[in-house]
Each structure stands twice: as C-alpha cells, then as structure tokens.
C-alpha cells in the first residue's frame, strides 16, 4: 500500500497549484482520503477530506472556497485544486487514507485516524 504525492512548488500570491495523491495496492474509492499541512515550527493540520463511498467533500474553514479536493476513479488519484493561494498556505502538504475498509461514507479530520500517509509535497506561497 502506498500513496505518491507530487504537484507542490513555488507559487505567486494569488496563483494555483493541484496536488495530486496517487494510491497502489488499494482502490481509493473505499477507503476516507485527507490532505494534511505541516508548516514550520507547526502541528500537521486537516486541510480537506474526501469521504470512502460517497466522495462527500469537507474543508477546514482557512481553505473553504479556495480548496477543492476531487477524486479519479480511473486513475485512483485525490486531487486537492489550491485556488487564491495565501502565503499563509505555504506547508508541505500530505495526502493521507484510513485503514478501513468501508461499505457507508466515511471521513475524518483527526490525523490519528489516518494509516497511510504520502511523503509530503512542498508547498510555497512567496512574491
């Protein structure tokens, strides 16, 4: 099982970037999905989550409008499109996936609840 993040960078103020968070070993669709971010000095934060079954969508209220998060089935990708960047976003960003298998709609913003986690793309929001 595991999950490849990639998609951060160096970004203006104001500008876009989209994150992507591919899984092998296990189909995304069942499984709840988050982003994290991890700035310097901070606590990992929940970012957005995208619920197993449904695809229902959740964000963290600093992002909400701004953040989309969506899912491939094709690719068994979670995307999370990062609109208006702040340089307050500036984090290296982790896509996590629970442990569990699951028949109803599922998600979570707690980091503990997460099994699997990405290797973090940096995320940098600077003039």
């Known amino acids: 099982v595991q999950l490849q993040a990639c998609g951060g960078g160096l970004v203006q103020p104001g500008g876009s970037l989209r994150l992507s968070c591919a899984a092998s070993?296990?189909?995304?669709?069942?499984?709840?999905i988050a982003w994290f971010r991890q700035a310097p000095g901070k606590e990992r934060e929940w970012v957005s989550s995208?619920?197993?079954?449904?695809?229902?969508?959740y964000y963290a209220g600093s992002v909400r409008g701004r953040f989309s998060i969506s899912r491939d089935k094709a690719k068994n990708t979670v995307y999370l499109q990062m609109n208006s960047l702040k340089p307050e976003d500036t984090a290296v960003y982790y896509c996590?996936?629970?442990?569990?298998?699951?028949?109803?709609?599922?998600?979570?913003?707690?980091?503990?609840?997460?099994?699997?986690w990405g290797q973090g793309t940096k995320v940098t929001v600077s003039s």
């Open positions: 996590a996936g629970d442990g569990s298998y699951h028949t109803t709609s599922t998600w979570y913003k707690d980091k503990r609840e997460y099994v699997y």
């Open positions: 995208i619920s197993s079954r449904e695809g229902t969508t």
């Open positions: 070993g296990f189909t995304l669709d069942y499984y709840a």
